[in-house]
């Protein structure tokens, strides 16, 4: 008959620092992280080249989300523990379960896996975490706040080594790395030279809004409750729009919102700097092809682009020369239904933007470059964080731009405001000739016109809203 497994012998054996019958909580569990472990080196010296190669796929894997991977793991790791009858062992309380904690410490993401996988209530509306040295900070109730959680050194390095092996254009001894765990949390990495020593920086984005819908967004306070009428009628007409604001603001989940209100019978190109947006999850049943270029790599394909039958494209995170001049010459074709977002939180300063920077990169007229972004560009909407609760996201302002050739005039008529110090939204009933002048005819015009009258009735907003920025010097006084 086999001897019943003894953790503390074993710890006493194996783990010299830990000799003594009064060891520590987080000793014990740290003897229990070192069993499993060497379990997993003999399994591994059992096997063949073969079973080796398959097996470090496995691994690599099973760290960035697989769900068969990770289910292999736990399993074993569930075995190995119900072996040596060591399932009632405590282990850290950021986890919900002994083998949660083994495989998070050993196969994982450490600490950071409560987190990354909302192991608890706090985490499930968390949507950001940042890993600075050993501490971690997670964004919770709109504050950054220090988690029980430590990740040293040596863990951290393992870490990268073993998410860098799932993107293997990345080397370990570059300082910066943009990462993808299979769940769509994005990871950024700063380290070596480009951090103090011990100062190590992984930054963690999830996207917490599950039900991508604009109801839904009413519920978290984004939008107003009448909002959600005007939006679909806009989308039917085809308008094009820009999402603006901040980091974190928003602006990826409210054009996934937007976007999967869209005729899923039209054919659409998706263009964006990362695989951020899974639009073959988000919409599979619509012809939605998917492009990841930015810079150079999309300059090398947009003459091809142009040549494409597309109904729309999607850009998102312009924030380029090459970007902001596709964006232009594919809506300068007449090309509706099309949607970006960009990194800017003044709906007026953003045609300026743009246009001075293909100017910068590929030359050409300033004047006429920031026409043309009035003149294709319908709508933007610009976003932002709520500035008690940074974890809440606000829609602050609906601008409308349009250009009127006769008088070479360009203007942005702000339609909706947020008013941040009684907590609601204002309105303006208006649509300029130029804009109207596009979807004349479609029944959704008047339709459109009758919900702006009916919110400018009930929340008018006094301030003035129509702006021709100085920064265009077109024919009009």
């Not at 760290?63 to 736990?74: S, T």
């Not at 993401?109 to 706090?122: F, V």
């Not at 765990?181 to 992984?202: C, E, H, P, W």
Request: proline residues 5%; neutral net charge; aromatic residues 10%.
């Amino acid at each position: 008959m086999d001897r019943k497994f003894d953790l503390q012998e074993y710890m006493n054996r194996e783990l010299p620092e830990s000799r003594g019958a009064g060891s520590t909580e987080e000793e014990i569990f740290r003897g229990v992280l070192d069993m499993v472990s060497r379990q997993f080196d003999l399994d591994w010296e059992r096997t063949d080249d073969q079973a080796k190669n398959m097996k470090l796929e496995r691994e690599k894997r099973a760290i960035i989300g697989y769900d068969r991977e990770v289910k292999y793991y736990k399993a074993r790791i569930r075995e190995i523990l119900q072996e040596r009858h060591m399932m009632k062992c405590r282990f850290p309380p950021w986890y919900p379960s002994l083998t949660e904690a083994v495989f998070a410490e050993l196969y994982g993401l450490a600490g950071l896996a409560p987190w990354a996988y909302d192991m608890q209530e706090k985490y499930r509306r968390s949507s950001s975490a940042k890993l600075i040295g050993d501490r971690l900070y997670c964004l919770i109730d709109g504050r950054s706040q220090l988690q029980p959680q430590r990740i040293p050194e040596k863990r951290r390095i393992q870490l990268k080594r073993s998410l860098l092996l799932a993107s293997p254009a990345e080397r370990m001894e570059y300082g910066f790395h943009e990462l993808y765990l299979v769940n769509g949390i994005r990871i950024t990495i700063y380290s070596g030279d480009r951090t103090k020593a011990g100062q190590d920086v992984m930054v963690f984005r999830k996207y917490v809004m599950r039900d991508l819908s604009f109801e839904a967004m009413v519920r978290l306070g984004t939008i107003p409750p009448e909002a959600p009428a005007l939006f679909r009628v806009m989308i039917r007409l085809g308008f094009n729009v820009i999402f603006g604001g901040q980091v974190r603001s928003g602006k990826t989940t409210f054009l996934q919102t937007w976007q999967k209100y869209e005729n899923r019978d039209l054919e659409g190109m998706a263009i964006a700097t990362d695989p951020e947006t899974p639009w073959h999850e988000l919409m599979p049943e619509a012809p939605l092809m998917q492009l990841v270029a930015d810079g150079p790599r999309l300059e090398e394909i947009t003459k091809s682009l142009l040549r494409g039958d597309n109904d729309y494209i999607l850009l998102e995170e312009m924030r380029d020369a090459a970007a902001f001049r596709l964006a232009l010459d594919i809506t300068s074709t007449g090309t509706m239904r099309s949607k970006a977002t960009i990194h800017d939180n003044d709906a007026v300063s953003i045609p300026y933007r743009m246009a001075s920077k293909i100017r910068e990169r590929y030359g050409g007229d300033l004047n006429a470059l920031i026409a043309s972004v009035f003149q294709n560009f319908d709508y933007v909407i610009e976003l932002c964080q709520d500035p008690v609760n940074r974890s809440k996201k606000i829609m602050k302002g609906i601008v409308e731009l349009s250009y009127d050739p006769e008088r070479d005039q360009v203007s942005a008529v702000r339609i909706c405001r947020y008013d941040f110090s009684r907590g609601i939204w204002l309105w303006r009933g208006v649509i300029s000739p130029d804009v109207a002048r596009k979807v004349a005819g479609d029944d959704g015009l008047p339709e459109m016109e009758r919900i702006l009258r009916g919110l400018e009735e009930q929340s008018p907003d006094p301030a003035p809203s129509v702006l021709h920025p100085a920064y265009y010097h077109g024919g009009a006084e």
